[in-house]
């Protein structure tokens, strides 16, 4: 069963930064093709940034590029979200995905559950 817990969220000003992880276990973390979502109060959850299973291609929301970095540690099964320059509409609980992401031209998650989520609020 696959397992992850997000961490790192919290409230901070805007402009500001924080750094979300999101360690996994259950599965072959080095094979698994993985993303950051977040859901807003009243919105659906969509894609914040998702990383190929080797880190070669990453794919960003347009609302975050250039502000917000995704990287992998396969040795840790661990995977981070920089993110900088925050906004107040960045405010949402944020989720990590391990299993069915599926990467093209952006990148989705048809179907799996979703862990506890780690809140992110920034304050304007």
């Known amino acids: 069963q696959v397992q992850v817990v997000e961490s790192g969220g919290g409230l901070v000003q805007a402009g500001g930064s924080l750094r979300l992880s999101c360690t996994v276990s259950g599965l072959r973390f080095d094979r698994s093709n993985m993303g950051w979502f977040r859901q807003a109060p009243g919105k659906e959850r969509d894609v914040v940034s998702c990383?190929?299973?080797?880190?070669?291609?990453?794919v960003y929301a347009d609302s975050v590029k250039g502000r917000f970095l995704i990287s992998r540690d396969n040795a840790k099964n661990t995977m981070y979200l920089q993110m900088n320059s925050l906004k107040p509409e960045d405010t949402a609980m944020y989720y990590c995905?391990?299993?069915?992401?599926?990467?093209?031209?952006?990148?989705?998650?048809?179907?799996?559950?979703w862990g506890q989520g780690t809140q992110v609020t920034v304050s304007s």
């Open positions: 990383i190929s299973w080797s880190g070669g291609t990453t």
């Open positions: 995905a391990a299993d069915n992401v599926v990467i093209g031209r952006t990148c989705s998650r048809p179907v799996g559950s």
